[in-house]
């Protein structure tokens, strides 16, 4: 039983590729077409796109999608949206998902993969973490991202949780963002995306349902950066540990 779910596992990442790639090539011209709409209108039917691409994808690579708490973004409010990471699987589930306008800070490496590097691009504030210099850029323009009305996605424990606990420690960013910007923050918990693609094993997928919430936003006033963080961690695992 063992040596067929490995070998279904590798049959099934083969699959997971094929079909990103075939349903990647169907969407990128419409992507690619909102470059030339500014701002956040642009940026709102660029994220449309992505979910229906994502929808289709997660029917075809047997991975169904459970979303709740869009409720608590409410309109004409904008928010830091702060991800727990688990996997490659969560940066699918995360700003496809979140309700809006919005964008991620993620790696600048990853444009340089063909035609993806543009479609990631659009998505995200970039930053080279080997860079101080582009550090400070990256949050300057989420900064930017949050004064034009667009949600900021982060995930604030800056890479992948290898351990066997719920999350690894924060880093400061998200929340002093947050702070400085004066937007409440909203807390995302993903679920099972650790089981579809493990860390821990090269060209593996499992097809297992998934699942994303948005849970209460947490206000920024009368809080530093280094509470807000603390406050944001424990809601973030004690929300996963009662619900994993």
Known sequence: MKLFKEIFGRIWALWGIVTFIATFLIIFIPSMLTYLIPGKKGQHIFIIISRIWMRI?????????????QHHFKK?????????????????LSCPFIPG?????????????????????????????????SRRRSFIEMKRTLEEEMHMSVYPEGTRNRSNDPLKAFHDGAFRLAVESGKAVIP?????????????KPFYFMPHKLAIHFLEPVSVQSKSAKQLKEKVFNIMWQYYEANK
């Open 101 to 133: 306008a919005n964008r991620t800070i993620a790696k600048k490496s990853f444009t340089k993969i063909p035609l993806f590097g543009f479609f990631y691009a659009k998505g995200s504030v970039l930053v080279d973490r080997k860079s101080d210099e």
């Open 57 to 69: 994808w997660l029917f075809l690579i047997a991975c169904p999608l459970k979303v709740r708490g």
């Open 76 to 92: 004409g409010e904008t928010y830091v949206v702060t991800c727990n990471h688990n996997s490659l699987m969560d940066i699918p």
């Open 188 to 200: 995302a918990v993903i679920f099972n995306t650790k089981k579809v693609l493990p860390i821990n």
